[in-house]
């Protein structure tokens, strides 16, 4: 009779496999899953940098222009009063004074982007924290439930033998 027994214990012991292999199985869809999760959000933040960048880079490019504009006025009014013979123009502290206001313009311009960048690369850090940290604990629960199964497989083999003698020693022999 105890070979009844064990034929019992190997069925628990498939049945566990098989809710071991389905927990692999779905550890394995939350992985993939975790990973498209990672890219959508990455996608969305990128998305979210670029609008906050284009109206900062707009608006200095707009004011580059302007004054670039006023420079090349000045200096074509320097130009226009040398060819004429008439009294020259000396525009350069005005000219100075709009290249400084460039310079102005592109350090503001550079510390925008620059916050806006390192305020974004934090939010993809953080991003990247936190599907690490989810991905680590899949990754653990996956060994986990792989060596279960490992033990489980190594147990129905030595119940599956045990089986087998029991019914080899319970067989009534003829002599």
């Known amino acids: 009779m105890g070979w009844v027994t064990l034929t019992l214990r190997k069925r628990?012991?498939?049945?566990?496999?098989?809710?071991?292999?389905?927990?692999?199985l779905q550890i394995s869809r939350e992985k993939r899953q975790l990973a498209r999760r990672k890219q959508y959000e990455t996608a969305v933040i990128q998305n979210e940098q670029q609008q906050e960048l284009?109206?900062?880079?707009?608006?200095?490019?707009?004011?580059?222009?302007?004054?670039?504009?006023?420079?090349?006025?000045?200096?074509?009014?320097?130009?226009?009063?040398?060819?004429?013979?008439?009294?020259?123009?000396?525009?350069?502290?005005?000219?100075?004074?709009?290249?400084?206001?460039?310079?102005?313009?592109?350090?503001?311009?550079?510390?925008?982007?620059?916050?806006?960048?390192?305020?974004y690369e934090n939010e993809l850090a953080m991003l990247e924290e936190e599907v690490s940290d989810e991905e680590a604990q899949l990754d653990m629960e996956q060994v986990e439930i792989e060596a279960q199964m490992e033990a489980i497989?190594?147990?129905?083999?030595?119940?599956?033998?045990?089986?087998?003698?029991?019914?080899?020693?319970?067989?009534?022999?003829?002599?």
């Not at 090349?72 to 004429?84: I, L, M, P, T, W």
């Not at 119940?159 to 080899?168: D, F, H, N, P």
């Open 12 to 24: 628990e012991l498939k049945q566990e496999h098989a809710y071991y292999q389905l927990r692999d």
């Open 54 to 119: 284009t109206p900062i880079k707009n608006e200095y490019n707009q004011e580059r222009q302007r004054i670039m504009d006023e420079i090349s006025g000045y200096r074509d009014q320097e130009k226009a009063s040398r060819e004429n013979g008439g009294e020259e123009l000396d525009f350069s502290s005005e000219i100075s004074g709009l290249q400084m206001e460039l310079s102005n313009a592109q350090l503001e311009y550079t510390g925008n982007v620059d916050d806006r960048k390192t305020f």
């Open 153 to 175: 497989s190594q147990e129905m083999q030595a119940v599956s033998e045990a089986v087998s003698t029991e019914i080899q020693n319970s067989t009534i022999k003829l002599a």
